[in-house]
């Protein structure tokens, strides 16, 4: 599989490119937007990691470009970046970044993270997002649980692409709360649409993980 790294900084790009090269990965380094750009005009990559403070077009530049363009959007996107406020973190989110990472991060984690969002979401070009069994659409909002179409409110749909969108990765609480509700919401809040949810996916629902004391996340093995 093939990963684009877009990073200014030599010693963390090739750092990345060294990780993922043990781990078979075939990778394309880039110290800025515009060499990224032409790459991607010869050939598109299963997965981009991105840092934001770039020469030229900045990593949100190019994340709303490439989100914006139909050719792209459905490229994964992991933000590595030491930007690392909470606010930085939603903001790279919201406009369309499949995960997040703080620098300094640890290499294990990062080659973690892109094993799990390469091995464990299949999302075509009709904007489906499978994960075993589950089956949703963002483009129509259908959503299937071992072939049975299931009826979810919005937020409910929201809360399963969430889980969908990082597989086998922990989500916080109070970053699943944020993302989902805003800050203007409870943990108890989460924990009523977790449980319908899970009751409404009926044997799929086991999929979607209690870690305690920190959050959920999306597991076919627990």
């Known amino acids: 599989m093939l990963i684009y790294i877009v990073e200014d900084e030599e010693r963390i790009r090739e750092l990345e490119s060294y990780a993922l090269e043990k781990n078979d990965f075939e990778v394309m ?3 800025n937007s515009e060499g990224f750009y032409k790459a991607l005009e010869d050939k598109i990559p ?6 934001i403070m770039l020469p030229g077009d ?6 709303k470009n490439l989100r914006n363009n139909s050719m792209y959007d459905t490229i994964p996107v992991i933000i590595i970046s030491a930007k690392d406020t909470e606010l930085d973190r ?9 995960d997040y990472m703080c620098k300094p991060f640890g290499v294990m984690e990062m080659v973690s993270r892109v094993k799990a969002r390469l091995r464990g979401i299949a999302k075509n070009t009709d904007g489906q997002i499978t994960f075993e069994k589950l089956m949703i659409s963002e483009k129509t909002r259908d959503v299937t649980a071992d ?3 299931i009826e979810l409110t919005y ?3 929201e809360l399963l692409k969430m889980f969908m969108s990082n597989p086998r990765i922990v989500l916080r609480r109070d970053d699943i709360l944020d993302r989902i509700w805003g800050r203007d919401s409870t943990g108890r ?3 009523v649409h977790i449980r319908t949810l899970r009751a409404k996916l009926g044997e799929c629902g086991r999929y979607i993980v209690t870690v305690r004391n920190v ?3 999306l597991d076919k093995d627990e």
């Open 29 to 31: 380094g880039f110290e």
């Open 46 to 51: 299963d997965l981009i990691l991105l840092d």
């Open 58 to 63: 900045d990593g949100l530049t190019i994340l």
């Open 90 to 98: 939603v903001k790279g989110l919201d406009l369309g970044a499949d």
């Open 147 to 149: 072939g049975k179409t």
């Open 155 to 157: 937020k409910e749909f």
């Open 189 to 191: 809040t989460l924990d």
């Open 215 to 217: 959050g959920y996340k």
